[in-house]
């Protein structure tokens, strides 16, 4: 079998380890053939001298390069993800980069590669519109990581051409589900960041916290699958075994179903249309004895309805809701804002920022720092 050369763009984070812990265990399928991340060089350094790319990049330069890693061509600087798909020209694309950050590089894997494997949902929230119709023009497979799509994409293989009625994304509800509203308000970046099931990166675990990443999923959905928002609902279900599910004309419901694993979903796309084991005990029904779903509680968590919003809305709208969440959130992290703020940080944003039309990356890009802009003004006049 003919091996496939894959680059994992985030190689050091959430989304990367796992892809490259099923490159570990699948070697003549796979060849990591390029390897990115941001600042942590000593842990991609362990990783290059394991999976031996021949490209790999970090955004910050480090002091100096170890000799023993030094056999790989090394590109650093912001747009190394950019300039890595250039030079290694993978196959495959792993886009799992955390943030707008990651958006170029979708952009240069549709030009560079053969099919984009995507967790990196923010891109498709700034650049959806673009980026999708880009992937169609070059016939570019856009594979779902993030585990509702590839659920709904799973599911979809059943379809028969039968128009869909709705798709119903599930949320785990985040770490503060149960929480009260003042409770909430006051949370610490330790409470937020106890995930029930999922273990993630600390953007989207915050993310998941406010429910603003159902949102993110919401507008990634409407892009991924062409349907209206108001196709798409999205259900509370803690266990996290029913991913998402799509409903047909005639009331039918198709689930996928697995223990909340990132590495089903990652193998779905790397491998599809086959299928990686990698070592999941199967589910226990009778152990599991109920699954349980409820609405979202827009009064506790009121980003969701933001989100729909914005998608409405359009233009640079979800631009504007992604870059003033990516900057509360990075705000709250850092302990500047209380947990509260991060969602009247995104609505006060949405309220100043002009929406404006998007017809090409750079607009996306000037709305996003637009947004940023305003938000970082905002939270800086309720600090002071
Ligand atoms: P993470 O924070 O764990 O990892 C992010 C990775 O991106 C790191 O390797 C980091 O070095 C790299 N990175 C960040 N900025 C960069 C830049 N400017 N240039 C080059 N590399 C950069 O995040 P994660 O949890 O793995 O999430 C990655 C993406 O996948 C996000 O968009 C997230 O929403 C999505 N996603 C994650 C999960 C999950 O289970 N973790 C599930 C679904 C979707
Ligand atoms: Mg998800």
Known sequence: MNKRTIAVLGATG??????????????????ASCLVAHSSAEKLFSLVREFR????????????LPEDVRFCEWIFGEDCAVRALEAAKPMDALCAIVGIAGLDAVWTALDVCERVLLANKEALVTGGRLVMEKAARLGRPMLPVDSEHSAIFQCLQARQ????????????????RTWPAEAIRT???????????????????????????KGLEVIEAHHLFAMPPEKIDVVVHPQ???????????????????????????????AYPSRLPYGAEPLDFAQLGKLTFEAPDTGRFPSLAMAYAALRTGGSAPVALNGANETAVAAFLREE???????????????????????????????????????EKII?????
Request: charged share 20%; hydrophobic share 45%; aromatic share 4%.
């Open 380 to 384: 800086r006049r309720r600090s002071c």
């Open 14 to 31: 959430s989304i990367g380890t796992q892809a490259l812990d099923l490159v570990r265990r699948y070697p003549e399928q796979f060849e």
């Open 161 to 176: 051409g039968n128009p869909v009625r709705r798709l119903i994304l599930t949320a785990s509800g985040g770490a503060l």
């Open 240 to 270: 996290s075994v029913i991913h998402s599910m799509i409903e047909f004309e005639d009331g039918a419901v198709l689930a996928q179903m697995a223990r909340p694993d990132m590495r089903g979903p990652i193998g779905y796309a790397m």
């Open 53 to 64: 790319p021949r490209v790999a990049a970090l955004a910050v330069e480090p002091e100096s």
């Open 337 to 375: 804002i209380p947990f509260g703020r991060i969602s009247e940080v995104i609505e006060e944003t949405l309220n100043l920022c002009p929406v404006r039309g998007i017809a090409g990356i750079g607009d996306v890009h000037a709305a996003d720092a637009q947004s940023r802009a305003i938000a």
């Open 187 to 213: 949370a610490t970046v330790r409470d937020v960041l106890a995930h029930p099931t999922w273990r993630m990166g600390g953007k989207i675990t915050v993310d998941c916290a406010t429910m603003l990443n």
